[in-house]
């Protein structure tokens, strides 16, 4: 009866996978990039792909966005195979990826545009992210006229309007200056909580994987295995301001640079 | 002051858009100058003279005047302009498309690339006589004379700007599910624009000089005629003033297709964002 009981609990505090990935491997050519990986990403959490670089953290999320083909294995995407890009996840690129000739608002409604949504429509809902985001004002302006931080805000407010369950975000932040990369971080804890969405986060950056992460999986290169998936767990309700100075976060920290410094070269 | 103010958005403490771009005025002032300079030379060196044959710049502009008064010059374009409308028309649509067909295609790359290499570096004049045991004295001939001139470097630029739309916009494209056709329409073609449009601006250029040198070296029509006729007669002011009005013509041309780019893709003047 008690084994029993125990047996529910369980299943029931295992959150269901938004994102579940099996057996993936991908080849390029002579190369193998990822030999064999399976993923579970589960809904509403954050979860980060950490590892030293060539570790095929940036091909896997590719893969599970559908821009690349694993050479076997397959990614499930709330139980359906995924085949190509879809509209249940968007991505936030490294280099932002805006179109130069596009002003803000026509960057961020892209999304919309391609799904179809008639133009007063994507453009209010646009503005709503645009202002949700922080750039409100800047609709008419160009990407030439913003900061970089500004034109990953940008990238996150496209990504945020197809309203995607699932957003991939590939070093988002790596090309930001580390002022603006804390004020990314700070405001990506606020959207965890607030948006009922799964992210999958690439970052080579140890510390803002702990900071921002529900999990973290650390993978290591030469042929790319998960090694190891680390949940922090006491530091998170403490507060934005509280975390970096938590114990907890500083032990993880020390903890994933023992087991990555002997990949790095 | 040259701060900027710091702006009110969270986040962004720099960025508020630029404001040392150059007035307008000023530009146009310095064209005013530049060409007044040219122009000042070109009448001290016909007043000295540099040749009998090289009449002064106000003789010219007189020339120049009496032809557009009494009709000479407008029936001149009428014939000039046909070839030149046709051939620049054609070179522009055909070599933007054949130029991203072989942007987008291995296949076409290999099998057009050669011709219009080939095409740009034939010397045109000792080939002009091929064209017209071919096709004759007419229209044909002079139109294809001046795609001859206009169409490798649109075709070859627009393939180059194709091929070098950055990655990253277009898996942009695909992560945000364009279709095929709107990659191209909305994310390739206007990234390659501005290139695209530098080919033009080259093209275009050496289209006005294929109409002439068709004119010259086929029949002698338009334009052509009175460079011709006037210099056998040695009425030198009226040649050159035949020669001025279709450089500024290309001049005014070049300068409209760059007012069209700017117009229709404004966020390019600046550069890429990853810059």
């Known amino acids: 009866m008690d084994m029993s009981q125990t047996k529910t609990v369980v299943v029931d505090t295992v959150p269901e996978s938004a994102v579940s990935t099996r057996n993936i491997s991908k080849n390029y050519g002579e190369v193998e990039a990822l030999r064999d990986l399976s993923l579970e990403f589960p809904r509403g959490q954050l979860i980060s792909l950490l590892g030293p670089s060539g570790c095929g953290k940036t091909t896997l999320l590719k893969i599970i966005a559908g821009l690349l083909e694993p050479t076997s294995g397959e990614v499930e995407v709330n139980g359906k195979t995924v085949t190509g890009p879809g509209p249940d996840r968007a991505f936030v690129f490294q280099d932002f990826a805006l179109l130069p000739w596009a002003s803000v608002i026509r960057n961020v409604s892209f999304g919309l545009e391609m799904r179809g949504v008639a133009k007063s429509e994507r453009e209010d809902i646009a503005a709503r992210y645009i202002k949700e985001v922080g750039l409100g004002g800047f609709e008419n302006a160009y990407p030439h006229e913003l900061s970089g931080g500004m034109r990953q805000r940008v990238g996150l407010a496209r990504a945020l309007s197809v309203d995607a369950e699932v957003l991939l975000m590939d070093e988002p932040f790596s090309a930001v200056d580390e002022q603006t990369r804390r004020k990314f971080q700070e405001d990506l804890l606020g959207l965890v909580q607030n948006e009922n969405k799964t992210f999958i986060f690439v970052t080579h950056s140890i510390e803002e994987a702990v900071y921002v992460s529900d999990q973290i999986a650390i993978l290591l290169p030469r042929p790319s295995r998960v090694h190891e998936i680390i949940r922090p767990s006491g530091f998170r309700e403490k507060g934005a301001d509280n975390i970096r100075r938590d114990p907890e976060y500083l032990d993880i920290v020390d903890q994933i640079w023992a087991s990555l410094r002997t990949y790095v070269e | ?275």
Do not use: H
């Open chain 2, 1 to 275: 002051m040259t701060n900027a103010e710091p702006t009110a958005v969270p986040g962004a403490p720099f960025g508020a858009p630029g404001t040392k771009r150059p007035l307008p005025s000023r530009a146009l002032v310095l064209k005013i100058v530049s060409a007044l300079i040219l122009f000042g030379a070109w009448e001290i060196a016909g007043r000295v003279p540099v040749s009998l044959a090289f009449p002064t710049f106000l003789e010219s502009m007189g020339a120049l005047f009496r032809m557009a008064v009494d009709g000479t010059l407008w029936t001149a374009y009428a014939e000039t302009l046909q070839p030149l409308a046709v051939g620049v028309a054609i070179s522009a649509v055909l070599g933007i498309a054949i130029g991203l067909w072989v942007g987008l295609s291995d296949f076409f790359d290999w099998l057009f690339s050669p011709i219009f290499i080939v095409m740009q570096a034939a010397p045109l004049a000792a080939l002009i006589p091929l064209l017209v045991l071919a096709y004759g004295i007419g229209l044909t001939s002079k139109v294809l004379v001046v795609c001859i001139m206009a169409m490798p470097v649109i075709v070859l630029n627009t393939a180059g700007a194709v091929r070098n739309t950055p990655e990253s916009m277009k898996e942009m494209g695909k992560a945000f599910l364009a279709s095929d056709l709107s990659i191209i329409l909305k994310i390739i073609i206007p990234a390659a624009s501005p290139v695209i449009f530098a080919g033009l601006r080259l093209g275009i250029s050496a289209g006005f000089i294929g109409a002439i040198l068709a004119e010259l070296k086929i029949t002698p029509t338009g334009v052509g005629d009175i460079i011709t006729y006037s210099r056998s007669i040695a009425d030198y002011p009226s040649m050159y003033a035949a020669i001025f009005s279709i450089i500024l013509l290309a001049v005014l041309f070049l300068n409209l297709l760059e007012k069209t780019e700017a117009v229709l893709f404004k966020g390019n003047q600046r550069g890429y964002v990853s810059d």
